[in-house]
């Protein structure tokens, strides 16, 4: 199973990126998708889930009305668009694939499968 998250770089605060997860080796449609990111010296944290179908979507508070999930099962492929981005969303942005259902009372336990992470840093 690989996970290939692109679409990272550097960004003015207020400028947008969208990233790509790319899945292969595993049938991507029963699986929920999610985005976690990770700051440096700061723990992991949830940004966004979508449900195996793409009809369901949870985001973490800081991002929702900016971030978009969605996902292309055709491609094997699920798409984190971020508009309106702030310094503080500078991270490295990892991709999860979970078999299980969401939403979770802990995110944290999702993630049978993790991409290697896009660089997103927001410049002030």
């Known amino acids: 199973v690989q996970l290939q998250a692109s679409g990272g770089g550097l960004v003015q605060a207020g400028g947008s990126l969208r990233l790509s997860c790319a899945a292969s080796g595993l049938t991507f449609s029963i699986y929920a998708m999610a985005w976690f990111r990770q700051a440096p010296g700061k723990e992991r944290e949830f940004v966004v889930a979508?449900?195996?179908?793409?009809?369901?979507?949870y985001y973490a508070d800081s991002v929702k009305g900016r971030f978009t999930i969605s996902r292309d099962n055709g491609k094997n492929t699920v798409y984190l668009q971020m508009n309106s981005l702030k310094p503080e969303d500078t991270a490295v942005y990892y991709c999860?694939?979970?078999?299980?259902?969401?939403?979770?009372?802990?995110?944290?336990?999702?993630?049978?499968?993790w991409g290697q992470g896009t660089q997103v840093t927001v410049s002030s």
């Open positions: 979508v449900s195996r179908s793409g009809d369901r979507t």
């Open positions: 999860a694939a979970d078999r299980l259902t969401i939403p979770r009372t802990n995110w944290n336990t999702m993630g049978n499968y």
